[in-house]
């Protein structure tokens, strides 16, 4: 049988369901080019890691905590409970290093932090009708990839350096909620988002959690990158902060131990009125989950709760010289932007200045498509990120995302070096002509 894509769910359709992919194919065209595309972790981060070690050490505990060697051994060969079997030891690491204070039956350990995305507005969105999906602007492709597949509508928020503009905010929810489809949810990474790059004020955090509870929305928090900021210089995240359990705070171990795993978690505490008791949102997340992965991978988890008891059942102890690792990279890069771009001879280049993260944004005076990156894999050997997929309207098309996570300084210096020649000749030339070649 042949099947028309007409016939297919309108998603599949999207670019955006086909960025990452994208550029995968473009990294596997061009192998020898200096890559700014992917926000992976640095590949020296993956050396040496004992994983038959972290699965003792994770056994050893269960042996300790009662379970017999063979118990503990099949507890990670088996199907294991859709909720997960290491959430204490995530929440004692979470109550440890931000004081965030969530029961363990009160988080769900998911397949990355994309299926948490994925749990969480399945949960909260009975129905397209039912409401809108603000996200901060620009927007992580996995939400709304999520989004796209679930059939629900995303309503976009203006990021600000500071992070979400609170005031724009305020706007959407008083015109979705007259239009009678008011804002359900709120996505936004407040440390260091993917791409904008923009951190959280302290009191935009608390200034936002009063207009959640105000309106009436959740907040749904993606933590991946708070563990780059410089030493000294951390925030509290939003589910630490969150004294009316308006946040479901997601986080992964993808970038501070390794993606591989394939591990994230979803705490979601807040409470679920039923005629038999209540429940907590965790408990329907875990439901849904049994119906799309059934479980986390046991021997995943195993290595992962070993990896953090090994370093004192703590997530910042497990990141610490991967933090140091990104804040070298973030400042080799901006450095370097500085030395070659930094002379005003580039009129209409220019770049944000993030302080910690994985992520640059840079605007150019011409459309940024994957034409002009072909143009500069092939004839300047450098590969970054068109910004046109994180959008939902046109803001992007001008913009590119430089990754520095996956490279050492040499490569980091040589491949700004080659950005420089590209944007000398290219753009400048397409500037000149109007647009065109």
């Not at 086909?18 to 192998?31: H, K, Q, R, W, Y």
């Amino acid at each position: 049988m042949r099947l028309h894509p007409s016939s297919l769910h309108g998603s599949l359709q999207d670019p955006v369901l086909g960025a990452i992919g994208f550029l995968n194919e473009v990294m596997g065209d061009f192998p020898e080019a200096i890559s700014f595309a992917p926000g992976a972790p640095h590949p020296d981060t993956l050396d040496d890691l004992d994983i038959e070690k972290y699965v003792s050490v994770f056994t050893d505990h269960l042996v300790r905590g009662g379970r017999s060697p063979k118990q503990a051994r099949r507890l990670l060969l088996e199907y294991g409970p859709s909720r997960g079997i290491i959430n204490g030891i995530i929440a004692d690491a979470l109550h440890r290093d931000h004081g965030i204070d969530v029961a363990p039956n009160a988080l769900v350990v998911t397949v990355g932090a994309q299926e948490a995305m994925l749990l969480v507005l399945r949960a909260l969105f009975r129905s397209p009708a039912e409401g809108v999906l603000a996200v901060a602007h620009p927007c992580f492709v996995g939400i709304i990839g999520a989004a796209r597949l679930l059939d629900v509508e995303v309503v976009a928020v203006d990021e600000t350096e500071g992070g979400i503009d609170l005031d724009g905010l305020a706007r959407a929810c008083g015109a979705s909620r007259a239009a009678g489809r008011p804002v359900r949810a709120l996505y936004v990474a407040p440390d260091f988002s993917n791409p904008g790059a923009a951190r959280m004020s302290l009191e935009c955090r608390r200034r936002l959690l009063d207009l959640a509870g105000h309106e009436g929305f959740l907040v749904v928090e993606d933590n991946a990158y708070g563990f780059t900021a410089a030493s000294g210089a951390g925030l509290p995240p939003l589910k630490a902060l969150d004294s009316g359990r308006n946040v479901v705070h997601i986080g992964t171990f993808a970038k501070v131990a390794f993606p591989g795993a394939r591990v994230g978690y979803a705490i979601a505490d807040q409470p679920v009125g039923s005629a038999s008791g209540t429940t907590v949102l965790a408990d329907e997340l875990a439901a849904v989950k049994s119906m799309v992965t059934v479980n986390t991978s046991p021997l995943s988890q195993a290595v992962i709760a070993g990896m953090l008891l090994e370093h004192g059942g703590s997530v910042a102890a497990l990141g610490r010289d991967k933090a140091e690792i990104y804040q070298r990279n973030l400042t080799c890069l901006l450095d370097a932007l500085d030395r070659r771009l930094g002379d005003g001879s580039h009129t209409g280049v220019h770049w944000n200045r993030p302080r910690g993260g994985f992520f640059v944004r840079m605007t150019l005076p011409v459309p940024v498509d994957a034409a002009l990156l072909e143009v500069s894999a092939a004839e300047y050997g450098v590969l970054w990120t068109p910004m046109r997929q994180f959008y939902l309207d046109r803001t992007g098309d001008h913009q590119l995302r430089l990754s520095c996570s996956y490279l050492d300084p040499g490569q980091i210096e040589e491949g700004v070096r080659r950005l420089a020649a590209f944007l000398t000749s290219v753009v400048r030339r397409r500037t000149d002509s109007g647009g065109t070649d």
